[in-house]
């Protein structure tokens, strides 16, 4: 038997198209290379990272200290000599008036981004003395508002994102796997990204998260179902994606480590197939996990463990969000309620919530126990 005017089908896999090296592409002109502060920056930024710096923090300094140089050489500022309180006063209220093209101003918070940089920028030149005093040591950076999430995912829409990554076949268990450990333990995508397939441990339920945010490690556990998903995942859909040489958890359909943007991107799309059309992706499963373990009785100490929070003013934005149980008070409390509850009814749920509460305020002051 010849095999000729036979066809063979050989199953094959697209693979990425490899962008070239820097080594192979034009090099780009700086605007900002003939202004004296560029040099000051870049051997600001080399003392960063000497000093363990994050790469993050140094990208959003870099952002910011740019910003600054370039509003300067436009004003002729050519050297941090050339810089005093007057001047930064002034690129202060720049940014305060400055408008964005949809006509928005700039929040305070991205004002404080833009300054905070500066004053850590003069403090290291005048301490190396390149400079011979420090302008910004007194410039006020606005103070950053507690904003609440502006969108949280209830427990029903959550489990309507998560079932839409539904199938057996490899990217739909690495979708559903990633989606259940997103809510799960709370840990945000680029530390999902980050993940080592040593850093899940089956037996004990937990997952190593190796340098969060601020470079710290942290130690968080993982629930029974996003385990068993994982579990399905790392058995039946990563070896059809990659070889065991790589060692990242997740990974794409080429075969390459996933990055925060995919995370993010996999987490709007099952949350626009559940018709779910609120804004935000990977980190409304972050807020879901923090409130509705609040809701659920959790300590606020523990939240602020598991997600990695280095002030408990962090976690605690989650509490005015949280609001089960006051609603609860409110409507058993209120006089203004369309159905009325027994006489001694409101006077009995009242009288709990002052004991819950007068416990709480105890045990955060001893002394007042006293």
């Known amino acids: 038997m010849t095999t000729k005017g036979m066809k063979w089908r050989v199953k094959t896999r697209k693979r990425q198209v490899v962008k070239p090296t820097g080594r192979f592409t034009k090099r780009q002109h700086d605007p900002l290379a003939h202004n004296g502060m560029i040099g000051y920056m870049n051997a600001h930024f080399e003392w960063m990272q000497v000093v363990g710096y994050s790469p993050d923090t140094g990208r959003t300094s870099r952002t910011a200290l740019r910003r600054f140089i370039t509003w300067g050489d436009e004003r002729g500022l050519n050297h941090p000599s050339d810089v005093s309180k007057q001047v930064l006063e002034r690129y202060q209220r720049h940014l305060f008036y400055y408008r964005k093209p949809d006509g928005k101003p700039l929040t305070l918070s991205t004002q404080a981004s833009c300054l905070a940089p500066?004053?850590?920028?003069?403090?290291?030149?005048?301490?190396?003395?390149?400079?011979?005093?420090?302008?910004?040591?007194?410039?006020?950076?606005?103070?950053?508002?507690?904003?609440?999430?502006?969108?949280?995912?209830?427990?029903?829409?959550?489990?309507?994102?998560?079932?839409?990554?539904?199938?057996?076949?490899?990217?739909?268990?690495?979708?559903?796997?990633?989606?259940?450990?997103?809510?799960?333990?709370?840990?945000?995508?680029?530390?999902?990204?980050?993940?080592?397939?040593?850093?899940?441990?089956?037996?004990?339920?937990?997952?190593?998260?190796?340098?969060?945010?601020?470079?710290?490690?942290?130690?968080v556990p993982i629930g029974a179902r996003a385990l068993a998903w994982l579990d399905k995942y790392l058995l039946e859909g990563r070896p059809q994606l990659i070889g065991p040489e790589l060692p990242a958890l997740f990974v794409?359909?080429?075969?390459?480590?996933?990055?925060?943007?995919?995370?993010?991107?996999?987490?709007?799309?099952?949350?626009?197939?559940?018709?779910?059309?609120?804004?935000?992706?990977?980190?409304?499963?972050?807020?879901?996990?923090?409130?509705?373990?609040?809701?659920?009785?959790?300590?606020?100490?523990?939240i602020q463990v598991l997600l990695g929070h280095e002030s408990l003013e962090s976690t605690e934005i989650y509490t005015h969000v949280a609001i089960t149980k006051l609603q609860a008070i409110h409507e058993a409390t209120h006089p203004a309620r369309l159905h009325r509850l027994p006489q001694e009814e409101p006077a009995r749920v009242a009288s709990e919530a002052a004991h819950e509460a007068l416990a709480a305020l105890l045990a955060d002051d001893p002394e007042e126990a006293e």
């Open 118 to 219: 500066l004053k850590l920028w003069f403090k290291w030149l005048a301490r190396e003395n390149h400079i011979l005093f420090n302008p910004a040591s007194e410039l006020d950076v606005p103070r950053r508002g507690r904003q609440l999430p502006r969108v949280i995912l209830s427990i029903q829409e959550v489990e309507a994102v998560l079932a839409e990554a539904e199938g057996n076949n490899p990217s739909s268990l690495r979708d559903r796997a990633m989606l259940e450990l997103l809510y799960s333990t709370g840990i945000r995508r680029t530390e999902a990204s980050h993940l080592a397939l040593y850093d899940v441990d089956l037996d004990r339920r937990l997952v190593m998260v190796r340098e969060g945010k601020g470079r710290k490690d942290r130690m």
């Open 252 to 302: 794409t359909d080429y075969g390459e480590a996933a990055t925060p943007e995919l995370i993010a991107h996999r987490v709007k799309v099952y949350k626009e197939c559940a018709g779910i059309h609120k804004p935000g992706a990977a980190h409304l499963l972050r807020h879901a996990c923090a409130t509705h373990m609040l809701e659920g009785g959790a300590d606020i100490r523990f």
